[in-house]
């Protein structure tokens, strides 16, 4: 991706998680990368074309993250664990707030979109390839019952906290909570 295509689709994931999807126009894109009238439109044709970029660049910020919080973990326990991925859900909420925003929207959009679905089930699966082995060094009966399971937790204290701000939110307590149980979990 060179550096004027993620300038776009940058700019568009912060429309996106700013103003809503009905504000995602080609125009919108262009105001807020600060390019002239035009420049998103030479590059994505089409609403769905511009989507389709913006979900590629959603997935690729996400797969960083979690690369990341693959990267803290300098052993496998679950206190570290729980520390690492509360402090991901609160950087989600705040710090990256208009991405996650972002995130839900083109979400969205892919329940009537199978290409979009298929590009999200893909990454889903790449990130299921290095989750599934952590969640089993944490001890998961079952990991990618367990894997199903944790990610249905985040996005669920991510949807509430960005639905319902709390000043006093801390996943890590959430987490710690349910970890147990969904490590203990048997297949559905």
Known sequence: MDARQQRLLDAAIAVLGTRGPRHLTHRAVD??????????SNRYRTRE????????????LETTGWNHLAGTLDRIDPDTFTTALGTLVH???TTHRALTLARLAIFAEAAHH???????????HDLAAWATPLLAALGA???TTALRLLLALVD??????????????????AITTVLPAVLDAHPA
């Open 31 to 40: 105001d807020q990368a600060e390019l002239p009238t035009g420049s998103t």
């Open 49 to 60: 074309a511009l989507i389709a970029g913006v979900l590629t660049r959603i997935l690729d």
């Open 91 to 93: 950087d989600l909420t």
């Open 114 to 124: 199978p290409a979009l679905q298929h590009q999200i089930a893909q990454r889903q």
């Open 141 to 143: 009966r079952h990991p």
């Open 156 to 173: 669920g204290l991510l949807n509430n906290q960005l639905a319902n701000p709390d000043p006093d939110f801390d996943p890590t307590t």
